[in-house]
Nanobody, 115 residues
Framework: VQLVESGGGVVRPGGSLRLSCVASGFDFKSATISWVRRAPGKGPERVSRLSPSGGATYSTNFVRGRFALSRDNAKSMVYLQMNSLELEDTAVYYC?????????WGQGTPVTVSS
């Protein structure tokens, strides 16, 4: 099982980034996928969650309306489009998959919002 994130980087406030996560080694279309972030000095925070049917939920009011989650089951990929980025969005973003009762994590991709 492998999850590999990409797309992180340094962006100015108000900018956008698109994170990607490619999965392998399990039945991706049957998995629930989440993006979890960890800001410096803080605990993990689930940003968004996407069910196998494609229904997306956004866990915090802070990101709702600015972030959009989507998946491409044919490519075993999930995307997190992040718009209107703010300083508080600075964190390492992890892709997490839950399948058959097991949770799998990627290595994370760092996002830095800085002026």
């Amino acid at each position: 099982v492998q999850l590999v994130e990409s797309g992180g980087g340094v962006v100015r406030p108000g900018g956008s980034l698109r994170l990607s996560c490619v999965a392998s080694g399990f039945d991706f279309k049957s998995a629930t996928i989440s993006w979890v972030r960890r800001a410096p000095g803080k605990g993990p925070e689930r940003v968004s969650r996407l069910s196998p049917s494609g229904g997306a939920t956004y866990s915090t009011n802070f990101v709702r309306g600015r972030f959009a989650l989507s998946r491409d089951n044919a490519k075993s990929m999930v995307y997190l489009q992040m718009n209107s980025l703010e300083l508080e969005d600075t964190a390492v973003y992890y892709c997490r998959a839950v399948y058959a009762g097991n949770a799998f994590w990627g290595q994370g991709t760092p996002v830095t919002v800085s002026s």
